[in-house]
């Protein structure tokens, strides 16, 4: 298969997400596709490759009876070709009303493609 110099100067990304609430789980997906489409990412399902590493987790904070509310914590780290430790970079926790589940991936999705852009003018040697 050929590739094109755009796609040697992509960003694989993998995602772990833990989100078993409604909302949680619309902000996931929202994100999985923001990668998916992105012009500087390609989203890989395997973390045996150097990448940018998103760790999401979701919970509903209600008693269980309403689904109109998430509390999530992002964590991304980078893994390198060396095989190392992964190198954190950053984190940070919210919560996101079910009309607000744009908002909050593109929130989330920034920092993600903020990260990518860094790692991509200056990849790992």
């Known amino acids: 298969m050929a590739y094109s110099r755009a796609d040697a100067q992509r ?4 995602a772990d997400f833990t989100a078993p609430d409604d909302v949680g789980k619309q902000i996931a997906s929202k994100i999985r596709q923001k990668i998916a489409l992105s012009p500087l990412m390609t989203f890989i399902s395997s973390e045996k490759t ?3 590493r998103l760790k999401l987790v979701t919970l509903n904070p209600d ?3 309403s689904q109109n ?9 980078f893994h390198p070709d ?3 430790l ?14 607000k589940v744009d908002q909050c991936a593109e929130t989330i999705f920034a920092d ?3 990260w990518a852009d860094a790692i991509r003018k200056n990849p790992a040697k």
């Open 11 to 14: 960003v694989n990304v993998s």
């Open 50 to 52: 150097t990448s940018l």
């Open 63 to 65: 008693d269980g009876s």
């Open 69 to 77: 509310q998430t509390v999530y914590s992002k964590v991304l780290v």
């Open 82 to 84: 060396s095989g190392g």
């Open 86 to 99: 992964d190198l954190y970079l950053s984190s940070s926790v919210g919560t996101c009303g079910r009309n």
């Open 112 to 114: 993600i493609d903020e």
